[in-house]
């Protein structure tokens, strides 16, 4: 069994940055690459950005580039995600994802892992 627990989520001012994490714990083999994902009320959950196992490969959507920079500890089984210059439409649920294969993907049927996600809320 693997489990997967994001944190760092909470309030913060349109404009502002916040540091999310995801702890890996368990059989944490089953997990290769990863990838953050988030849900805001009334839409589907989408792809926000992925990392492969080594860290060497990552990928990130294209509303988010600039902003959101995705990293990875394997030593401590953990992976990141900055979030800047947060803007109150980013509202959501952070989820981490992850599964056993080597390779990332923008589509969340791919990941077999999730944490209960973790809430960001911008105010402005």
């Known amino acids: 069994q693997v489990t997967l627990v994001e944190s760092g989520g909470g309030l913060v001012q349109a404009g502002g940055s916040l540091r999310l994490s995801c702890a890996v714990s368990g059989r944490t083999e089953d997990v290769a690459a990863m990838a953050w994902f988030r849900q805001s009320a009334g839409k589907e959950r989408e792809f926000v950005s992925g990392?492969?196992?080594?860290?060497?490969?990552?990928d990130v959507a294209e509303s988010v580039k600039g902003r959101f920079f995705v990293s990875r500890n394997n030593a401590k089984n953990e992976a990141s995600l900055e979030v800047d210059i947060l803007n109150p439409e980013e509202t959501a649920v952070y989820y981490c994802a992850g599964h056993a294969r080597d390779y990332t993907s923008r589509s969340e049927a791919d990941y077999t892992r999730w944490g209960q996600g973790t809430h960001v809320t911008i105010f402005s």
């Open positions: 990392i492969s196992y080594n860290g060497g490969y990552t």
